[in-house]
Nanobody, 124 residues
Framework: QVQLVESGGGLVQAGGSLRLSCAAS????????MGWFRQAPGKEREFVAG????????DYADSAKGRFTISRDNAKNTVYLQMNSLKPEDTAVYYC?????????????????WGQGTQVTVSS
């Protein structure tokens, strides 16, 4: 049974940092892209960042560029999202996902497996 478990969310003041982790189990995902999405109340789920199977290629939403860094450790079947200079508008539930191919997709429907989400709240 495939499981993705996110951790690292919490409450932080604007300008602060958080590091999200997503540990996958049940199969090896080293051949597949992984990514992070987020969903704020009343809004659609949106792409945040994605990383290719090897970690050699990354993609970021404009809102994340320069502030967030995605990385992965295939030996640990884990993907990370380092978030710096957080803003109140970053408040959302953050989900990790495993893509259907080796390259990240910004479309939620292209991702096959999802975690349960972790809440990130940024206070002003």
């Amino acid at each position: 049974q495939v499981q993705l478990v996110e951790s690292g969310g919490g409450l932080v003041q604007a300008g602060g940092s958080l590091r999200l982790s997503c540990a996958a189990s049940g199969r090896t995902f080293s051949s597949y892209a992984m990514g992070w999405f987020r969903q704020a109340p009343g809004k659609e789920r949106e792409f945040v960042a994605g990383i290719s199977w090897s970690g050699g290629s990354t993609d970021y939403a404009d809102s994340a560029k320069g502030r967030f860094t995605i990385s992965r450790d295939n030996a640990k079947n884990t993907v990370y999202l380092q978030m710096n200079s957080l803003k109140p508008e970053d408040t959302a539930v953050y989900y990790c996902a495993v893509g259907g191919t080796a390259w990240p997709s910004r479309r939620a429907r292209d991702n096959d497996f999802w975690g349960q989400g972790t809440q990130v709240t940024v206070s002003s």
